[in-house]
């Protein structure tokens, strides 16, 4: 990229964007001196539209996705700035050579300007023109961080910071990730599906990385035997002036009680919401009985607004090398990318082929944890009452 | 680690052991517990005993190389090399020795001038798409609209006493790349033109994938080689033009913003819930969108003053009614309010319960 500066770009609405505490994009783009975004950037400010137009199919050798095309429609400031999306770390650990290394490619090849990270759970490297991208994909590979996660594809996976740093993780989510990553690795480097897929793990039912909302496909740990209660603690807790009685309070089917002295508990009320143990970390956890919930369906967007993700399979244990768990999802991938309408996403193909028939095509069980309550009509489809 | 299980004769990914602090290799699933020690600072502790601090650095959603080299330098120089990220754009130093968290924060504050915090009952990192920065779909500026909102809470990213955690994400168009509807508060740029069809551009497109992407069957060919599209049918969700570029619904004077509030994924007490609409249209007003922020402050405030202890903004709503959320805030309710989509009935009341 050309960094030299002939003559200071005037940008008043992008130096609006500048003032402030709270540290500005605009100010990490102009520290890249990637000038002709920065113009574009603030023209978008000045007609209050977007001066990026379809940049048609953009990708580096051997991989189909991981390259997004963008080409502006102001060819006299931007012609083309193209964005890499490459593999996260799982749990999006790194080491800071790593991270330095990407920097330095990205800054030697391209605009330098990063994204980390992007919605999609990818490292988001932005601003690269056409001829630049095979070297810098080359080196990037060479590195160790792959591409993928574009397109009508599987999008690349995320995991939550699970058991490598909390106390709640059911599930290993970072050996998921890592693992299902090389599994269903052809899926996320080739789009093939009717649209995109996603799968995101997360270690408890706090669901802290929105698996239930922004997954196709979501591996919520959970737990089935009862909460642990360290009773000593709670009572730390209330010494130290903890309202332990609006803590059961706010359980919302009253399985835990205090008395002032013993928290007890009626296991069999319990739904494992979590409520109660974040309130007393110290005090409470989850059981020994781990595992996973897995659910179909969640997303933000498609042709039908928004779902959360509904429960297909209400607990299973999760023990490497999760060979049920990829067989399932693989046989829900074939499924759905045989009958899927372009940009229909799996929960949408659910809906218009019926719960029952999904259940019996992938060969599940109806069990009453999928549901929230029967049916209310008498209109059964293909002898579903048999 | 884990093998290499399908050989494609390249990466993948590394091995995440190689990315963990030795302190998280020893205590990889054997932590015990964790307290949030003040904005920003967690400290977990594991069953051998052994802590690990978390600062959580709230940063912007692009950065250039100098920052991540600066970044680099603080982990190299307390935290081993090692760090990590979260999936709404924050930053996580991992600390083992308590002696150096506050050098540490220091030194973010003095050399990349980040704030620390983000913790517990306070506002989260702003989850944001990339707008009109670098998308060809959006109907206005998140990473704009974002930086307003920051602005005008700064200060409840350090605070410890909100009723709940405050999640916002700010999405430019109705692809949602942001998880708006998981926020307590989102904001979402919405379309309010029917696309413009460019006969000559739809003439390359694949014409039946167009028509059959259509979720509401408003497309219909114009032979030869072309579309029509019905505007009583056109809901403006952009789909049409994400397949064909023939067919752009960008409008600068009608394009703008609209706020949906009460959503939140945790399972916790109720499960999960998705946000709903609150203001359906307020037209785009850069670089600083101040009625956009006005709206959400008054949203915002509303909460903080009526929630019980525990209750994010869409428990809260729930608990008041709809009705009465309208009161507080004076927004008005308007037909748009009322779901005429595809899973509309269940949002229509169907009993005789009320407050007034």
């Known amino acids: ?386 | 680690m884990a093998k290499e299980e399908r050989p494609w004769g390249m990466w993948g990914l590394l091995p995440y052991g190689e990315m963990l602090p030795p302190v998280i290799k020893r205590n990889y699933g054997k932590w015990k517990y964790h307290e949030v020690l003040r904005p920003g600072v967690l400290r977990h502790v594991s069953e051998a005993g052994e802590g690990i601090y978390t600062v959580r650095v709230g940063m912007p959603k692009f950065i250039a190389p100098e920052t991540v080299r600066k970044v680099c330098d603080l982990a190299d120089k307390y935290c081993d090399g090692y760090l990590r990220f979260t999936s709404r754009h924050s930053l996580e130093f991992l600390v083992a020795d308590k002696k150096n968290v506050d050098p540490l924060i220091a030194d973010i504050k003095k050399v990349l001038r980040f704030p620390v915090g983000g913790t517990g009952n306070a506002m989260q990192s702003i989850v944001q798409c990339t707008g009109w920065m670098h998308c060809q779909t959006p109907a206005t500026d998140a990473p704009g609209i974002a930086k307003a909102l920051y602005e005008e809470f700064y200060d409840y990213f350090f605070r410890t006493d909100l009723p709940a955690k405050l999640k916002m994400g700010v999405v430019s168009c109705l692809n949602m790349c942001g998880s708006t509807h998981a926020c307590d508060i989102g904001i979402i740029g919405v379309h309010r033109t029917v696309p413009r069809v460019i006969d000559e551009e739809v003439a390359k497109c694949e014409i039946p994938v167009l028509i059959r992407a259509c979720p509401t069957y408003a497309i219909k060919p114009k032979p030869p080689k072309s579309i029509e599209i019905d505007p009583e049918r056109c809901m403006y969700c952009g789909i049409c033009y994400i397949v064909c570029p023939g067919a752009p619904l960008t409008d600068p004077e009608r394009d703008g913003v609209s706020i949906w509030v009460g959503g939140k994924t945790s399972n916790t007490r109720g499960g999960p819930m998705l946000s709903r609409l609150a203001v359906p249209y307020i037209p785009n007003n850069p670089p600083r969108w101040p009625e956009v922020v006005e709206k959400v402050k008054l949203i915002v405030d509303a909460w903080i003053e009526g929630a019980r202890k525990d209750e994010r903004v869409g428990e809260w709503i729930e608990r008041i009614s709809w009705e009465r959320f309208f009161e507080i805030t004076g927004l008005p309710f308007t037909a748009a309010h009322i779901d005429d989509f595809t899973f509309s009935i269940p949002t229509w009341r169907s009993t005789t319960q009320f407050r007034w």
């Not at chain 1, 400031?77 to 799982?90: G, N, Q, V």
């Not at chain 1, 013993?262 to 494992?272: I, N």
């Open chain 1, 1 to 386: 990229m050309a960094k030299s500066k002939p003559k200071p770009l005037k940008t008043p609405n992008l130096d609006a964007l500048e003032e402030g505490r709270w540290p500005s994009h605009v100010t990490e783009l102009k520290k890249t001196g990637y000038r002709p975004l920065i113009e574009l950037y603030e023209q978008s400010y000045k007609d209050k539209e977007t001066h990026w137009v379809h940049g048609g199919m953009v990708t580096v050798p051997r991989i189909g996705a991981g390259v997004i095309g963008r080409i502006s429609n102001r060819p006299d400031i931007l012609e083309d700035s193209h964005t890499f999306r490459i593999i996260a770390p799982s749990g999006y650990f790194y080491r800071t050579e790593h991270l330095r290394k990407i920097a330095e490619i990205w800054e030697r090849h391209a605009s330098g300007l990063m994204l980390l990270h992007g919605n999609t759970g990818d490292i988001n490297l932005i601003g690269i023109s056409t001829k630049e991208m095979t070297p810098t994909y080359e080196e990037l590979l060479k590195l160790g961080f792959d591409f993928g996660g574009s397109g009508p594809d599987l999008r690349t996976l995320a995991a939550c910071v699970g058991p490598a740093r909390c106390e709640w993780a059911c599930i290993d989510t970072l050996d998921l990730h890592h693992s299902f990553t090389k599994h269903f690795l052809g899926e996320v480097r080739y789009p093939r599906f009717p649209y995109k897929a996603k799968i995101k793990f997360c270690g408890c039912p706090n669901d802290c990385h929105g698996a239930m909302v922004r997954a196709d496909l979501a591996v919520v740990g959970t737990w089935r035997d009862a909460l642990k209660i360290d009773q000593g603690a709670v009572r730390d807790y209330a010494k130290a002036g903890l309202d332990v009685n609006y803590v059961c309070a706010k359980c919302p089917t009253g399985a835990i009680k205090w008395d002032g002295r013993e928290l007890s508990l009626k296991p069999e009320d319990c739904t494992r919401c979590m409520h109660c143990i974040n309130k007393m970390p110290k005090a409470l956890r989850p059981g020994d009985d781990r595992g996973a919930t897995f659910l179909v369906g969640g997303k933000c967007r498609g042709r039908l607004g928004a779902f959360v993700s509904w429960v297909v399979v209400p607990f299973m244990r999760l023990t490497p090398p999760y060979t049920e768990l990829k067989e399932l999802i693989a046989k829900i991938f074939e499924w759905w990318d045989e009958r899927g309408l372009p940009r229909e996403r799996v929960g949408e193909l659910i809906y218009r082929h019926g719960y029952g028939k999904f259940l019996r095509d992938v060969g599940l069980p109806p069990v009453p944890q999928q549901v929230h309550r029967p049916r209310a009509n008498p209109f059964f489809f293909g002898g579903e009452t048999s």
